[in-house]
């Protein structure tokens, strides 16, 4: 309906952001242990009952063939209880200092991330809808590694103020897809930016590559990027350990693919790229966002 009565999309919008502010406000003034456990506990109660969770369920079975239907209840649960807690984790974003000893975060395999950067290396920082996956991005602005981050917008472009307000706590640039990106994307070898994207939602005009043993449309921006200017992709997840305690792994630079047949080579970097992706959510598959229409069917 909303589609159709522009006035009442905006009244929507308005009372959507208002609502996100307001919680936004209340949970930023709780100690973050508290807010992340009431943010998993709602959602963990509420979530297992939406529509939505009908698509997750279908993309656990079709990854998983053979899953019992309590192993999906369990890690349907677990989803939730971590979108619940990353919601409700982002008016603290700014308050993370990754690399304080005995912190929230412990940091693997960033050292030597920082040290290729010194010596004039670039990279493209990448990971999923996986665990925490904001906090990745201060793994390397807390080392003075500038990037520019490529997000989606929120539909509502309220929420994505707020949303965006969050994500500048923490230090890096951000530049939502479309147009602003490309430009940025042009801009960046030039300024001696890293990059950062999320590499697992569907993208209708990507390619075909394969994702838990079916072609998933992928995004190919990585792969062109990496290919043209050099850089190199290095995976990065953030896993839960407990409540609002985690584990943050950078794995080692990936290789570029260097046949000369530009195709080939781009096909070939995201379907290692999905390997990686999918290696990450088969060990933890509670970590995942299964909620995307991540497959053509």
């Keep these: 309906m909303s589609e159709h009565r522009p006035w009442l999309r905006r009244v929507l919008h308005y009372l959507e952001g208002v609502a996100v502010a307001l919680a936004f406000a209340l949970i930023g003034i709780l100690p973050l242990d508290v807010a992340s456990w009431i943010g998993g506990t709602i959602a963990r109660i509420i979530g297992p009952a939406l529509a939505v969770t009908k698509r997750a369920r279908a993309n656990l079975r079709r990854a998983f063939p053979g899953i019992g239907d309590q192993e999906v209840d369990t890690i349907i649960r677990g989803m939730w209880d971590n979108i619940g807690r990353v919601t409700a984790e982002y008016p603290h974003l700014g308050k993370f200092d990754l690399y304080q ?10 050292a030597p991330v920082v040290a290729g950067h010194r010596t004039g290396q670039r990279y493209i920082f990448f990971s999923g809808h996986f665990g925490n996956w904001e906090v990745g991005t201060l793994a390397s602005t807390q080392t003075g590694m500038k990037a520019i981050e490529i997000y989606r917008a929120a539909n509502n472009p309220i929420v994505d103020r707020i949303i965006i307000k969050a994500r500048t706590a923490m230090g890096r640039r951000l530049a939502p897809k479309g147009p602003l990106a490309a430009r940025a994307l042009i801009a960046a070898p030039q300024q001696g930016l890293n990059l950062g994207m999320l590499v697992d939602q569907k993208m209708n005009d990507g390619i075909p590559v394969p994702f838990f043993g079916r072609d998933a449309m992928t995004a ?10 050099g850089y190199l992709p290095v995976p990065f997840r953030v896993e839960r350990v407990r409540g609002a305690h985690f584990r943050l792994i950078a794995e080692p630079p990936m290789t570029l693919p260097k046949s000369g047949d530009l195709q080939a080579d781009t096909l070939a970097l995201m379907t290692e790229v999905n390997r990686v992706l999918e290696r990450w959510i088969r060990e933890r598959p509670d970590h995942w966002f299964w909620i995307h229409r991540r497959w053509p069917d």
């Design 101 to 110: 000893p005995g912190g929230r975060v412990e940091v693997h395999g960033v």
């Design 220 to 229: 190919p921006a990585l792969a062109r990027l990496a290919l043209k200017y």
